[in-house]
């Protein structure tokens, strides 16, 4: 039987499962996969980052640099005091007391966040890349200290694998949402849409190609991992590559005009033929 205590901790790891389950249904359906024992820590840091990603791109009434900082702040203390009346901050410093996840990477994520406040157009590769390791690949690093476990041998040979997975993640997510970041948010993410102020072909299949990379390298790093997590990574690693190729068959012309989806039912088959070929041992 919970004491009064240990039901906070349930109750907030649940909280973060339900941010999770509503702001992402792919990523759910993945976490699904995981063993059991990993899918709260899991939902720990996605519901972690999807609050830091709302204050930054949702909040548009308020003081968005003055929530940040507070989150911020509420998230060191969480972490120094191993306790937090925020559920989510809760749960995220569990599991980062759990897997020993290093401080640095939740700095690197914060940093990516106030530039999401602070800057808008990125023309140089290496600012976009360093946006992006704060915002994406600490993120993957953060899971694969819960997929490692404490083995920190497997940890550093699967670091840079995991760091190109959570990067093409995010740069087709970018790809994806290019029109509502530029029309709505004023953000250019793409040197090659940023100089140009559009699209066109050039542009596009020089985008694909560093995804089609990274895809690559993350690919080789999940079939590495430990079995309790390599099915539901590569469920979502095959979730995000189905939507890019259905954006490299996409025009331009038709990405600026909307954002590209995975209908549900095909989202079913992706795990069906993800499932079959992990029992093949085909991936």
């Known amino acids: 039987m919970m004491n009064r205590v240990q039901l906070y901790q349930h109750v907030s790891q ?15 359906a993945a976490i699904r996969m995981l063993h059991c024992e990993l899918r709260y820590p899991i939902c720990a840091i996605y519901g972690f980052v999807r609050v830091a990603d709302e204050i930054v791109d949702s909040f548009h009434d308020y003081d968005k640099a003055a929530l940040l900082r507070q ?6 203390q969480a972490i120094a005091q191993q306790i937090s009346t925020n559920p989510v901050l809760q749960s995220f410093q569990q599991t980062v007391h759990r897997y020993h996840i290093p401080q640095e990477l939740i700095d690197a994520f914060f940093r990516s966040m106030y530039l999401d406040l602070e800057k808008h157009t990125y023309r140089q590769r290496d600012e976009l890349q360093t946006y992006v390791y704060g915002s994406a690949e600490v993120v993957g690093l ?19 694998s995991a760091r190109a997975l959570g990067s093409a993640f995010q740069k087709v997510n ?6 509502a970041d ?4 004023n953000r250019s993410y793409f040197p090659a849409f940023a100089y140009k102020g559009y699209l066109d072909e050039e542009a596009k299949r020089e985008i694909e190609t560093d995804i089609e990379q ?5 690919l080789q790093g999940i079939k590495r991992l430990p079995a309790r997590s390599r ?5 979502a690693y095959r979730y995000f590559y189905a939507l890019f190729r259905k954006i490299q068959r996409t025009s331009p012309d038709k990405i600026m005009q909307r954002r590209i989806r995975i209908p549900n039912r095909s989202k079913l ?12 041992n085909m991936i």
């Not at 649940?14 to 759910?28: A, E, K, M, N, V």
């Not at 953060?142 to 840079?160: I, N, Q, T, W």
């Not at 530029?182 to 948010?185: A, F, I, M, N, V």
């Open 182 to 185: 530029y029309q709505e948010l």
């Open 142 to 160: 953060m899971c694969l200290c819960v997929f490692c476990d404490g083995d920190m041998d497997l940890y550093a040979s699967l670091k840079e």
């Open 71 to 76: 989150f911020e702040e509420a998230t060191h």
């Open 174 to 179: 970018f790809l994806r949402d290019i029109q």
């Open 14 to 28: 649940r909280c973060s499962r339900t941010i999770t389950q509503h702001y992402s249904t792919s990523f759910s």
């Open 269 to 280: 088959m992706i795990m069906l033929r993800a499932c079959i070929r992990h029992q093949l």
């Open 231 to 235: 099915f539901g990574v590569y469920v």
């Open 214 to 218: 990274e895809f690559a390298q993350g």
